[in-house]
Antibody, heavy 120, light 107 residues
Framework: QVQLEESGGGVVQPGRSLRLSCAAS????????MHWVRQAPGQGLEWMAL????????NYADFVRGRFTISRDNSKNTLYLQMSSLRHDDTAVYFC?????????????WGQGTMLAVSS | DIQLTQSPTSLSASVGESVTITCRAS??????VSWYQQSPGKAPKLLIY???TLQSGAPSRFSGSGSGTHFTLTVSSLQPEDSATYYC?????????FGQGTRLEIK
């Protein structure tokens, strides 16, 4: 079954760090660029970061650059998001998404999301 | 960053009717636009990519058009399950952005 499954969310205090994971299955993970997208409660979608299929290139939205790091382990079919200096406004559902490749920047497969609440 | 502005913010229509959602970009983005549907509590689903190409598995009543700075998503013959929020997205450069969303209610 072709799917993505995020994990690692929860409740964390402001200023702390956390790593999210996204496990891929049912397709050749190493063929695809991957993205992280988040959605604050009641708000719209917010693209955060992308990483190339080989992991050598990445890019970030301005609001996370320097605080969050996207990475991947193709041997484990897993995508990661390392988050540091977490703030209250990082509270959101975090989705990983697969880039179609055929139409770069279009996301044809999404995980169900993992919820992160930043609270003291 | 490239800004995307969707209109309307919300709309309501009846089963069988057609609706059109507009997405305007702050600069020309060729046809690097995708459209997504998101139901409450669910992950988004890709409907349209490259402005007008229907994603495999998406119903044919969804169609997209446009280029440059003006794009539209049309839903024909509305069905109850089309009640959702719709987002446009640009990938003209690697700083990807989404529109703010349009909530569609089916009466």
């Amino acid at each position: 079954q072709v799917q993505l499954e995020e994990s690692g969310g929860g409740v964390v205090q402001p200023g702390r760090s956390l790593r999210l994971s996204c496990a891929a299955s049912g397709f050749t993970f190493s063929f695809y660029a991957m993205h992280w997208v988040r959605q604050a409660p009641g708000q719209g979608l917010e693209w955060m970061a992308l990483i190339s299929s080989d992991g050598f290139r990445s890019n970030y939205a301005d609001f996370v650059r320097g605080r969050f790091t996207i990475s991947r382990d193709n041997s484990k079919n897993t995508l990661y998001l390392q988050m540091s200096s977490l703030r209250h406004d990082d509270t959101a559902v975090y989705f990983c998404a697969r880039d179609t490749g055929a139409a770069p920047g279009a996301f044809d497969l999404w995980g169900q999301g993992t919820m992160l609440a930043v609270s003291s | 960053d490239i800004q995307l502005t969707q209109s309307p913010t919300s709309l309501s229509a009846s089963v069988g009717e057609s609706v059109t959602i507009t997405c305007r970009a702050s600069q020309s983005i060729s046809n690097f636009v995708s459209w997504y549907q998101q139901s409450p509590g669910k992950a988004p689903k890709l409907l349209i990519y490259a402005a007008s190409t229907l994603q495999s598995g998406a119903p044919s009543r969804f169609s997209g058009s446009g280029s440059g700075t003006h794009f539209t998503l049309t839903v024909s013959s509305l069905q109850p399950e089309d009640s959702a929020t719709y987002y446009c997205q640009q990938s003209y450069n690697t700083l990807i952005t989404f529109g703010q969303g349009t909530r569609l209610e089916i009466k």
